[in-house]
């Protein structure tokens, strides 16, 4: 069974101070590993698919990389309108087809101006 | 872009009725999903189509159905809606990557 685990729960930044977030996973065969920012009441934004160790990709301040273990979210110098819950979510080779997702429960990031 | 159109931004029903979700999607994508999604438990599958009247359970499928008339409609049926099925329903579609892409949601609320 894949499984997914988000660390930390929570998060609160001062804008300009620059963390990460942490996305375990284990997985038979990944096929993919994909990263989405959820505002509240909304449904999740895709950001980045990853498919394989030693990849990274860019988008303004997010900066995704992958491991065969893990996955890291870069935000750098964050600003207030980055606050939101970013949710990583991996696709193997098992369940529903390879279709299927399974998901993590989120970080919440919160940036304080 | 893809876009992912949901029938209602929030519901209510009374215990009992029969409620339907609709989404629409306009890239003629062939996978459709249903999620919910509930504070603590994260996102979870209930139910996903791979063809127009194609279905396969997800992970909760119980106390639910769909139905797929139609490549671009996909709809989740709550049979006798329970208070234990109040939440936030997201449909979502994958592209060829298969990254999905999820409407806006309904949040459903069943009293």
């Known amino acids: 069974e894949d499984q997914v685990t988000q660390s930390p729960e929570a998060l609160r930044l001062q804008e300009g101070e620059s963390s990460s977030l942490n996305c375990s996973y284990t997985?038979?065969?990944?096929?993919?590993l994909f990263w989405y920012r959820q505002d509240p009441g909304k449904g999740p934004e895709f950001l980045f698919t990853?498919?394989?160790a030693g990849e990274e990709k860019e988008k303004e301040r997010l900066k995704a990389t992958l491991t065969k273990k893990e996955s890291f979210l870069h935000i750098t110098a964050p600003k207030p309108e980055d606050s939101a819950t970013y949710l990583c979510?991996?696709?193997?080779?098992?369940?529903?087809?390879?279709?299927?997702?399974?998901f993590g429960k989120g970080t919440k990031l919160s940036v304080i101006p | 872009d893809v876009k992912v159109t949901q029938s209602s931004r929030y519901l209510v029903k009374r215990t009992g009725e029969k409620v339907f979700l609709e989404c629409v999607q306009d890239m003629d994508h062939e996978n459709m999903f249903w999620y919910r999604q509930d504070p603590g438990l994260g996102l979870r599958l209930i139910y996903f189509s791979y063809d127009v009247k194609m279905k396969e359970k997800g992970d909760i499928p119980e106390g639910y159905s769909v139905s797929r008339e139609k490549k671009e409609r996909f709809s989740l049926i709550l049979e006798s809606a329970s208070t234990n099925q109040t939440s936030m329903y997201l449909c979502?579609?994958?592209?060829?990557?298969?990254?999905?892409?999820f409407g806006p949601g309904t949040r459903l609320t069943v009293t």
């Open positions: 990853l498919y394989s």
């Open positions: 997985v038979s065969g990944l096929r993919g």
């Open positions: 979502a579609c994958h592209d060829r990557g298969y990254e999905q892409y």
């Open positions: 979510a991996v696709r193997g080779i098992e369940g529903a087809g390879s279709y299927q997702l399974t």
